[in-house]
């Protein structure tokens, strides 16, 4: 058959390993997974209280434009409806741009490490894909600019990026927004905006009055904890976002998902706790970090990625899978002997510190 040639070089997402399958195959009586950034403090409360009633109506389709839930967010932002696309998360909203401006003899320029649907539906789609090394886990600007030609569709700034879980100052993305030519899109994958621990940041809803080739992607799947409804978010230009609709899948969210992600969106206490939490024992790890000469890159996000231990990324992974820990191994990121590591709760974190240590130590004394 003739499928398009790229699929014999690409493999389908993996997503961390089940918890049930690792569970029975260690014979664990519980499982902690800290490998895909979820919220281990849960969702709203309003949120499940909710949801069993949003039980009806199921035989219907859900409204296709999603009206509620964007006028919700319009309201939130200050922008208007036909500045929102919604996806089935926000890597759904990854594939529609990738489908929107992406083309054989394109290119598409992005930091590596990033997140790793930039590249997966840039091919897809049969466009190069430009990827520049990042420095010290931070997006190399000036190399990204050098990279974008008269045949780039997107630049892809993640900020704060997954897995490094640095940010980009202001200033450095201001400056490489003011320089990028106006044919390019230039999307902020803002997944973790909510974690941020700094006011050095770009507010890009402001400043899509002057960018219209400037588009921002948030989710409800991290700070939100609602990964499982799928819903995702992207405010930009409403030519840009009028195309995107036009290769979007006319009911791509459900009507439990809209109506959640409404209810979501009311209760900023929930938010707040689970970031303070989050911030609190992060802080926590990166002292025993510290204390252990553990190398890490400075994060604003739920995860930190430690790198330059003392054996391979997969070991760490394997090891801690049979203590009842997923992590998430950095070696095929190409950052050497790296991990990362989703911050759990308090509890979670003490145990895996514990187990971490002992690891790496009887690493170091054989
Ligand atoms: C998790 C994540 C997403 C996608 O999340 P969805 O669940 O699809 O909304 C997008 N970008 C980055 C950088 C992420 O880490």
Known sequence: MRAKQILNELTAYKP???????????????IVKLASNENPYG?????KEALPTFADEQEIYPDGYGTALKEKLAKRFNVGLDQLVLGAGSDEIIMMLCRTFLAPGLNTVMAHPSFSQYPHHALIEGAEVRAIETKNGFHD???????????????????????????????DFENFLRQVPKEVLVVADEAYVDFLETDDYFDTLAALSDYPNLITLR????????????????????????????????????????????????????????????????????????????????????????????????????????????????????????????????????????????????????
Not at 16 to 30: A, C, H, I, S
Not at 153 to 162: D, F, Q, R, S
């Open 141 to 171: 600007l000036p190399a990204m600019l050098e990279a974008i030609d008269e045949k780039t569709g997107i630049v892809w700034l993640c900020t704060p990026n997954n897995p490094t879980g640095n940010h980009i100052a202001k200033a």
């Open 219 to 366: 989710t409800f799947s991290k700070a939100y904890g609602l990964a499982a409804l799928r819903v995702g978010y992207g405010i930009g230009h409403p030519e840009v976002i009028h195309k995107i609709n036009v290769v979007r899948s006319p009911f791509n969210n459900t009507t439990i998902a809209q109506k959640a992600a409404i209810v979501a969106l009311d209760d900023q206490e929930f938010i707040k706790d689970s970031i303070a939490k989050n911030n609190q024992v992060k802080h926590s790890f990166l002292a025993f970090c510290d204390a252990h000469q553990i190398k890490y890159y400075e994060s604003h996000t739920n995860f930190v990625l430690i790198y330059d231990l003392p054996v391979s990324g997969d070991a760490v992974f394997q090891h801690m899978l049979s203590k009842g820990f997923i992590i998430r191994s950095g070696d095929a990121l190409g950052i050497p002997n790296s991990v990362r590591i989703t911050i759990g709760n308090e509890q979670d974190m003490t145990e895996f510190t514990v187990l971490l240590d002992q690891f790496l130590t009887s690493v170091k004394e054989s």
């Open 43 to 47: 969702f709203s409360a309003k949120v």
């Open 16 to 30: 961390g390993k089940p918890m049930e399958e690792v569970r029975k195959e260690f014979g664990l009586d519980r």
